[in-house]
């Protein structure tokens, strides 16, 4: 791995540069009282020492809303054209370890089996720069599910604030490419420690006690009293670094029209809902316990990853105050 | 790499109407290429579109033998269904599949088959029957065991009148009490009360049943009563379903997805699943 030192005064000109050559930068951005990613125009909007964003940095590769393909219609005849791919690269700039993580989950999520176009278009055309933690808070627990507060996973560059600037490793060839285009903002730098520059996350549960317990939680006779405050808004899906689950539809006029995709969540009742009526999840508690077993258990089973980051957004932001700290330790203590 | 989304585009050659709010539509691919690189076998499904209102899912229920087109049938019951019922002969739709996993009729050479059916569950078998009987020297004994609540809800009529004029199918037929008519020849009386009484060796036999929940839930132990195996019986799962291709999440049974790893399950491979189907 090659290491370079980015001195405070020039990451500035770094990033302006970066917006001067016509690249869409991404980063965390101060709104009132929250930090969400915006798409940035200069450095001095940025939000450098932020704990966590309100939503990830998701959307820059799984858009809300996103165009699959447009259809024309001409008499008896329909049109159909591919979404145009973006013309500029993307820069997501300062995302934290635990979001470096869910990207890698979703690379892995929308690529390894029938890959999705749609997310390899935004995907190949964005480059991920990790900003390691010095802080964390309460809500925080990435070292819980296996990932550091500076896990360089998902990354294409890492940075971490030192005295001196800003410390990057060029993880991948991505990485290395922008560096090389920009080299004239970076100083050559040995390996460093990175430890005394890095928050310490507390462990909030037992990873290995809840692997052994969560295989047979589907029948935990616990599901409806834990997941009594859900009143179902899906806050914690959107919010969610790693949810991927989507609706289809369309919107047209006579002449043709769109057909999207949009977030979706198995925390609404209609997400299962049959055209018969019929609906396998018919309780919240059920869509609850999906939630859970999707990020504990089932991924862990499909892929080997877990899909739960430890970012705390679902905690930070329910309405209902639940948290998935105390629901993991509930199932692990039985 | 491909957009797995855009669906080729098919015309409606021919319409028939089966039974109440219940459809069967021919479709053929408008461009020859798509139809030369398109193949599926028995129990695959696809995504069914009109522009501009949504796509539906269901199985393809037509035979892999029978060359150059596809059909499906459906009931009208949402959005997209009413869309699909304003079609007519010539229109255009969209279809994009075959999803998901198939019938394995290879390893049903040299055995007896069962296939057991109620309502609008016989579409998707009516796919491998076709398959099955097209290759009819594969297969010994094939008994088709069909019901559905009246007569005019019975599907396919007139190839029900076909497999019971032929020699090599053995075909029940029934309607619930109350849904016969006067010239009615069939039987009446519940699906898992005919199997019963029609009592099918289990002996080198394979079941596929298909149908609604409970007539599936009433027929399993009558399936068990006769001798079968959990791994001989197959049934074909159904769940609301958006992408078809395991990205979606909403046909997810716990880490199955009906789409990918489904729709064809043994009674051995459902139980070991979650009950969110």
Redesign the interface.
Same mark, same amino acid.
């Given at each position: 791995m090659e290491y370079k030192l980015i001195k405070l005064e020039k990451i500035q000109e770094f990033i302006n540069s970066l917006i001067a050559t016509g690249k869409q930068v991404l980063a965390p951005k101060q709104k009132k009282e929250k930090v969400f990613f915006s798409l940035i125009h200069s450095f001095e909007e940025i939000a450098m020492d932020y704990i966590q964003t309100a939503f990830s940095a998701k959307s820059a590769v799984f858009p809300k809303c996103e165009e699959? @393909?447009t259809?024309e *219609?001409n008499g !008896? +005849?329909?049109i159909?054209n591919?979404p145009q791919a973006p013309e500029n690269d993307t820069i997501v700039f300062g995302m934290r370890p635990c979001d470096g993580a869910a990207f890698d989950y979703l690379a892995t %999520? %929308?690529l390894k +089996?029938?890959?999705? @176009?749609?997310f *390899?278009m935004r995907y190949d055309n964005t480059i991920f720069v990790g900003l390691t933690c010095s802080s964390g808070d309460e809500f925080c627990f990435c070292s819980s599910v296996g990932i550091s507060p500076s896990d360089t996973r998902g990354s294409d560059l890492m940075l971490t604030k030192t005295e001196n600037g800003y410390y990057v490793e060029i993880i991948t060839e991505k990485g290395k490419k922008l560096v090389e285009q920009f080299a004239n903002f970076f100083e050559q730098i040995e390996q460093i420690d990175k430890t005394k520059y890095v928050a310490n996350i507390q462990k909030r549960f037992d990873s290995s006690a809840l692997k052994e317990k969560i295989s047979g939680a %589907?029948d935990w006779e616990r599901w409806e009293e834990t997941s009594l405050p859900c009143f179902g808004c899906g806050t914690c899906a959107f919010s969610c670094p790693t949810c991927?689950?989507?609706?289809? &539809?369309?919107e047209?006029?006579l002449l043709?029209?769109t057909?999207y995709?949009i977030w979706?969540t198995?925390a609404l009742g209609i %997400?299962? !809902?049959?055209?018969?009526g019929?609906n396998?999840?018919e309780k919240q508690s +059920?869509r609850w316990r999906?939630r859970i077993?999707?990020k504990f258990? @089932?991924t862990d +089973? &499909?892929f080997g990853i877990l899909s739960c980051v430890g970012c705390g957004r679902c905690i930070r932001n329910c309405p209902a105050e639940l948290s998935i700290i105390e629901q993991v330790n509930a199932i692990t203590e039985g | 790499m491909e957009n797995m989304y855009l669906p080729y585009r098919m015309f409606i050659e021919k319409i028939t109407e089966e039974a109440p709010l219940v459809r069967t539509y021919r479709l053929k691919f408008k461009n020859p290429a798509d139809e030369e690189k398109f193949s599926f076998k028995a129990g695959q499904f696809g995504e069914y579109s009109i522009f501009g209102e949504g796509e539906s899912t269901f199985c393809i229920a037509s035979s892999p033998t029978r060359k150059g087109y596809i059909e499906c049938t459906f009931r009208v019951a949402g959005r997209v269904t009413k869309a699909l019922a304003n079609c007519e002969e010539g229109d255009e739709i969209g279809f994009r599949g075959p999803y998901g996993n198939t019938f394995p009729i290879d390893d049903w050479k040299g055995k007896n088959l069962l296939f057991i059916a109620g309502g609008i569950g016989l579409p998707p078998l009516r796919c491998v029957i076709w398959n099955c009987l097209d290759l009819r020297e594969n297969y010994r004994d094939i008994t088709i065991l069909y019901g559905a609540r009246s007569v005019n809800d019975l599907v396919y009529k007139h190839e029900l009148e076909e497999w019971n004029n032929r020699p090599d199918v053995n075909l029940f037929t029934t309607v619930d009490p109350g849904g016969e008519t006067p010239n009615w020849k069939g039987k009446v009386g519940f699906v898992p009360a005919i199997l019963k009484e029609v009592s099918p060796s289990s002996d080198n036999t394979i079941a596929a049943v298909c149908g609604p929940p409970i007539m599936i839930k009433l027929t399993l132990p009558v399936l068990f009563e006769l001798g079968f195996k959990e791994e001989n019986i197959f049934t074909t799962l159904e769940n609301r379903m958006k992408c078809g291709i395991g990205k979606c999440g909403h046909c997810a049974v716990g880490p199955y997805y009906v789409c990918k790893d489904g729709p064809v399950i043994t009674y051995k491979e459902l139980k070991e699943l979650p009950q969110e189907y």
């Open positions: 699959l @393909y259809f *219609k !008896k +005849e329909t159909l591919n %999520f %929308f +089996e029938n890959p999705d @176009y749609h *390899k %589907f991927t689950c989507f609706d289809i &539809q369309d047209a006029n043709g029209g057909r995709r979706d198995c %997400f299962t !809902k049959h055209a018969s019929h396998p999840r +059920e999906n077993l999707h258990l @089932y +089973e &499909q | -």
